[in-house]
């Protein structure tokens, strides 16, 4: 028997080859494995001893060769293809073991696109996926990992079960269209293309889904940063389907502020959201938003988390904090809190394109990332500076909420957020009533009617914003007219559904 050996990685390559060996298994190796190999001690055949020619192109020709693959291909219980063979003189390879040029991890280093390129890997793909096809004949190993239960079946059993080949040649492909979606990715840079290869990783298997009797695993990118991808788990239980998503939103309301900015979330929607001069402050107002709401959420704040706002945050229950840093005291006082996760988010959010999956299907789009178009004011009464700002406030906080959404303001506080309601005056209704004082008003679309406007009067609203577009805006610019109040048109709609 003899076993073909090209691996870039060499964790546990010496054991499994020793192990083989001494089994009476010929190794055949190239390049520096071939090197690693014989420092080690281990017997083993170069591969232009097998092939009879040296390999060319700077290594980029080396195992695509009849005598390689005609080993690897040739179905044993087959008469004619070991007829074939042998009149060839090519001897079975029965074990290939290989990992690939690690093209995952040098496409995200600062390489020019040619360096990159001869980070794809040609030869390790093909002898992986000849082997794969060929899998009731030839044991095929791409992860270290299963190294340990190829020996013990073959210190058990003197061979290697059929499931467990099945299962091995699975990988492969697995592995190799991944492979190739992250190559197709990086050369095409096309979000449409005309078949959509995407390549993610296991980072985690959870315990359970949006409920405990769905099953859920946590993906992650093979290529590039993002934010739910590099974050640091500090401290506390391991995270949920559920922690995870709402991280996402948390985080990706606070980066929308210049300004020291809180944010809490509860079942994926912003229940309050606010800005300080300090963490303290911000994550205090953001309390005040909703302090009933905020139980059991998850908390995200866009700067360092000091002692004194660690300790007002473990007075209640949350579940994740989210931050860019931490004081040394303030991860003590958090520790403090057994189950509390604390998440250090190491980048902001990165993706230009997200997607969502239909049944049969999966839809994708850029992400939102714009704010407004215009400032433009359609009543007679203008906004103060203060006003706009307070809007503009609310509007990063509407994009977030799901449609029909309302968020009303008051001192850079989203103290009323409504949200995921199929009429917008019941939405606006549920926003008005939690933020009582507020005096801004901010949608995430036109107003159809002017019915809003007649509900934000009734709580002495004094500016709003919206994105116009309506057939009947004009309903609405009047009603504001005769009320006294300021509207600004944005020119952009946020639905989010």
Known sequence: MRALVSTYYKDGIENLCRFLADKGVEIISTGGTYKFLKDKGIPVIEIKEITGFEEILDGRVKTLHPNIHGAILAIRDNKEHMETIKQKGIGTIDFVIVNLYPFFEKVQEDLSFEEKVEFIDIGGPSMLRAAAKNFKDVVVLCDYRD???????????????YNTRKYLAGKVFNLTSAYDAAISNFLLDNPY??????SYKKEAELRYGENPHQTAAFYVKTEGTAAMKDFEKLGGKELSYNNIKDMDVAWKVVCEFDEVACCAVKHNTPCGVAVGKDSYEAFLKTFECDPVSIFGGIVALNSKVDKRTAEKMVEIFLEVIIAPEYDDDALEVLKGKKNLRIIKAKVKPQDKYEMVSVDGGILVQSVD????????VVTEKQPTEEEIEEMLFGMKVVKYVKSNAIVVVKDKRAVGIAGGQVNRIWAACQALERGKGAAVLVSDAFFPFSDVVEEA????????????????DQDSIDACNKYGISMVFTGVRHFKH
């Open 369 to 376: 990332n714009k704010l407004v178009d215009e400032i433009k």
């Open 457 to 472: 009067a009734k709580h002495n609203i004094r500016a709003i914003m919206q994105p116009g577009g309506s057939l009947r």
């Open 147 to 161: 190294y340990d239960r190829v020996m013990k079946e073959i210190e058990r059993d003197g061979n290697v079960s």
């Open 193 to 198: 293309p005309e078949y959509l290869s995407i």
